[in-house]
């Protein structure tokens, strides 16, 4: 593939990103996502295989369940563990706010779609309930059912609808890691741990 295809191809995921995160799926067309990217709508087959293909394009290509995992996989301490996965997702959600938008809204419809998703993301979410189990066991996390408290983190973690109560936000400027910090101790008080906001 020559550099004007590549940078073609590459145009045109970023123009449907773009109009997923701010149409949705179903409502935008082929033809849209070609007219924003300046590309032949015959193109989304050639390089992508159809529009289905091309969500799942944006799933593997966006979404960094890779790199994450790289950063966790020699961490067997729980604390530590879950510190690293809030960063990560918090960071990924704050920086690609469109694929995050996209993500929630895929979600909340219950598409066969996100199917895609879950399955780069469900050996994440299994280690995740693995090291809580753990921390639990080794006194560090209390809570009392371990499938609340695994479905109530995920949700705080991949929720993304901060636009709909902006009216309620007062300080819109929060810096990246000030919001970390602030999921990490809401998560923290949440599964029992007593730590204080600066000794995050």
């Known amino acids: 593939m020559t550099v ?3 940078n073609m191809k590459t145009r045109i995921l970023y123009a449907a990103k773009k109009l997923f995160s701010e149409q949705g799926f179903d409502k935008t067309s082929v033809r849209e996502i070609c007219e924003v990217a300046g590309a ?4 989304v087959s050639y390089y992508y295989g159809g529009k289905e293909k091309l969500l799942k394009a944006l799933f593997e290509h966006f979404v960094p369940i890779n790199e994450i995992r790289d950063l ?3 961490v067997e301490e729980p604390v ?6 809030i960063q990560q997702i918090v960071k990924f ?7 995050a938008r996209l993500i929630s809204h895929e979600n909340a419809l219950s598409t066969e779609r996100v199917e895609t998703y879950k399955l780069r ?9 693995e090291k809580l189990i753990l921390g639990k066991e080794q006194g560090v996390f209390q809570y009392r059912d371990i499938n609340i408290t695994i479905v109530m983190i995920i949700g705080i973690l991949l929720h993304n609808s901060v636009a709909m109560y902006n009216e309620l936000i007062d300080d819109k400027n929060l810096s990246l890691n000030e919001h970390v910090k602030s999921v990490k ?7 029992g741990m ?3 906001m600066e000794a995050i």
Do not use: C, G, H, P
Request: glycine share 0%; aromatic share 10%.
């Open 4 to 6: 004007k295809e590549q």
């Open 121 to 129: 993301t469900s050996s994440l979410w299994a280690d995740l309930k």
């Open 40 to 43: 032949n709508i015959a193109l």
């Open 93 to 99: 959600k704050l920086n690609d706010v469109e694929m």
């Open 185 to 191: 101790l809401f998560v923290y008080q949440a599964l």
């Open 80 to 85: 530590e563990w879950l510190n690293i996965l």
């Open 72 to 74: 966790l996989k020699d």
């Open 194 to 196: 007593e730590i204080e």
